[in-house]
């Protein structure tokens, strides 16, 4: 979920949590177990296929989805909209882009455009909640539509029961990425201030993967949880951050999980006389934040491809309709860390696709049968 300026299985996040060794104390290998997970996010993204291969032009026929963003006012949904629609023109099937300005009766409007419109499938796509819309998700499948959801839940969160699926991204592991920069950068002494947002659907997961991973580094390192909710991020986040810093000096690390929130964050360590000395790690890839590692306002941003994610959520609502097996249930987009190392990559100014390469292209059109 990204706002405003804004896979692994859930065996692989067990696995993880056990390999911290959160039971009695941080591991002696606590630092090198961070690293690595670290430098396994430091390699340009390849593309592994999420599922077996499918004639997807056969299966999609006279097959039509109509896709709601949260709102295309965001340029996160307008990018991962743009993006499905390439991925659909592609395979050659229809596929209707709702424009809508994140206001709850053009989402009903949306909802009643597909159905009239004889759509087999809705996409709600970064951030619409399903409870939002219940009546109408019910109506929908009442009369033989599918619904799904993109880029909303957390691949730890249960798809609710009135969804046929849902393309899930990986919190958890974007906030363990968060949680190991910060105990690698300080020496494993970590003293973090994390702010979420409560409201936001994966906040929760996401929170905790972080607060969960610290205290498995280091179970006596400190850490605090400040939510700010959305509405209130211009004004809350940069007085909570000063408060912090003045009543506990020894903060080394701010933990934002939503990149966006950073543009608050930077004036408040200037303030404070602690811009360099306080560093920010945090999620999204967001262009105006990727700026901000190359001047070095943001130590880290844990990116993601918007192109790559829409091309992925075509693939899991295509399987979908077309009852392809094993179901495919998360998105299979990498996770990518940007940092002084590598941002040049990502464009100047930064871009929401550069610095990913392209190999979801040739992998997905492999996949579907195209080439």
Same mark, same amino acid.
């Given at each position: 979920?990204?706002?405003?300026?804004?896979?692994?299985?859930? #065996?692989? !996040?067990?696995?993880?949590?056990?390999?911290?060794?959160?039971?009695?104390?941080?591991?002696?290998?606590?630092?090198?177990?961070?690293?690595?997970?670290?430098?396994?996010?430091?390699?340009?993204? =390849?593309?592994?296929?999420?599922?077996?291969? *499918?004639?997807?032009?056969?299966?999609?026929?006279?097959?039509?989805? $109509?896709?709601?963003?949260?709102?295309?006012?965001?340029?996160?949904?307008?990018?991962?909209?743009?993006?499905?629609?390439?991925?659909?023109?592609?395979?050659?099937?229809?596929?209707?882009?709702? =424009?809508?300005? $994140?206001?709850? =009766?053009?989402?009903?409007?949306?909802?009643?455009?597909?159905?009239?419109?004889?759509? @087999?499938?809705?996409?709600?796509?970064?951030?619409?909640?399903?409870?939002?819309?219940?009546?109408?998700?019910?109506?929908?499948?009442?009369?033989?539509?599918?619904?799904?959801?993109?880029?909303?839940?957390?691949?730890?969160?249960?798809?609710?029961?009135?969804?046929?699926?849902?393309?899930?991204?990986?919190? %958890?592991?974007?906030?363990?990425?968060?949680?190991?920069?910060?105990?690698?950068?300080?020496?494993?002494?970590?003293?973090?201030?994390?702010?979420?947002?409560?409201?936001?659907?994966?906040?929760?997961?996401?929170?905790?993967?972080?607060?969960?991973?610290?205290?498995?580094?280091?179970?006596?390192?400190?850490?605090?949880?400040?939510?700010?909710?959305?509405?209130?991020?211009?004004?809350?986040?940069?007085?909570? !951050?000063?408060?912090?810093?003045?009543?506990?000096?020894? /903060?080394?690390? #701010?933990?934002?999980?939503?990149?966006?929130?950073?543009?608050?964050?930077?004036?408040?360590?200037?303030?404070? @006389?602690?811009?360099?000395?306080?560093? /920010?790690?945090?999620?999204?890839?967001?262009?105006? !934040?990727?700026?901000?590692?190359?001047?070095?306002?943001?130590?880290?941003?844990?990116?993601?491809? $918007?192109?790559?994610?829409?091309?992925?959520? #075509?693939?899991?609502?295509?399987?979908?309709?077309?009852?392809?097996?094993?179901?495919?249930?998360? $998105?299979? %987009?990498?996770?990518? /860390?940007?940092?002084?190392?590598?941002?040049?990559?990502?464009?100047?100014?930064?871009? *929401?696709?550069?610095?990913?390469?392209?190999?979801?292209?040739?992998?997905?059109?492999?996949?579907?049968?195209?080439?």
């Amino acid at each position: 979920m990204k706002f405003g300026k804004q896979l692994a299985a859930l #065996i692989s !996040v067990a696995a993880f949590a056990v390999a911290l060794g959160t039971a009695g104390g941080a591991k002696a290998d606590a630092m090198a177990d961070a690293e690595a997970l670290i430098k396994s996010h430091q390699t340009l993204p =390849d593309f592994k296929a999420p599922g077996p291969a *499918f004639d997807a032009k056969a299966c999609m026929k006279d097959k039509k989805i $109509l896709e709601i963003p949260l709102t295309m006012a965001n340029p996160f949904n307008a990018e991962i909209a743009k993006a499905m629609a390439a991925a659909a023109a592609e395979v050659g099937f229809e596929f209707k882009n709702w =424009d809508n300005q $994140l206001k709850v =009766d053009q989402w009903v409007q949306g909802m009643a455009a597909a159905i009239a419109g004889g759509y @087999n499938l809705i996409d709600l796509q970064g951030g619409i909640p399903p409870a939002a819309l219940g009546p109408q998700i019910d109506e929908a499948r009442g009369k033989g539509l599918k619904v799904t959801t993109t880029h909303l839940y957390d691949v730890t969160q249960d798809i609710p029961p009135n969804l046929d699926g849902s393309a899930r991204m990986n919190y %958890t592991r974007a906030g363990q990425l968060m949680a190991a920069w910060a105990f690698t950068k300080t020496g494993g002494k970590p003293n973090v201030v994390i702010i979420g947002s409560d409201e936001i659907v994966p906040t929760a997961p996401f929170v905790k993967s972080i607060q969960d991973t610290l205290k498995g580094y280091c179970p006596d390192c400190k850490q605090q949880h400040v939510n700010v909710p959305v509405t209130e991020w211009a004004t809350k986040i940069q007085t909570s !951050v000063q408060s912090a810093l003045v009543a506990d000096p020894s /903060i080394n690390f #701010i933990l934002p999980i939503y990149d966006s929130m950073s543009q608050f964050i930077v004036p408040a360590l200037r303030i404070t @006389n602690r811009l360099g000395e306080v560093k /920010i790690a945090t999620y999204n890839g967001t262009p105006f !934040v990727l700026d901000m590692v190359r001047t070095g306002e943001v130590d880290m941003d844990v990116g993601e491809s $918007l192109g790559w994610i829409g091309y992925a959520g #075509i693939d899991v609502n295509m399987r979908i309709l077309c009852d392809i097996k094993p179901a495919v249930t998360t $998105l299979n %987009t990498p996770l990518y /860390i940007f940092d002084k190392s590598n941002i040049k990559t990502a464009g100047e100014p930064a871009t *929401f696709h550069d610095g990913y390469g392209d190999s979801h292209l040739k992998g997905f059109r492999k996949l579907w049968g195209l080439k």
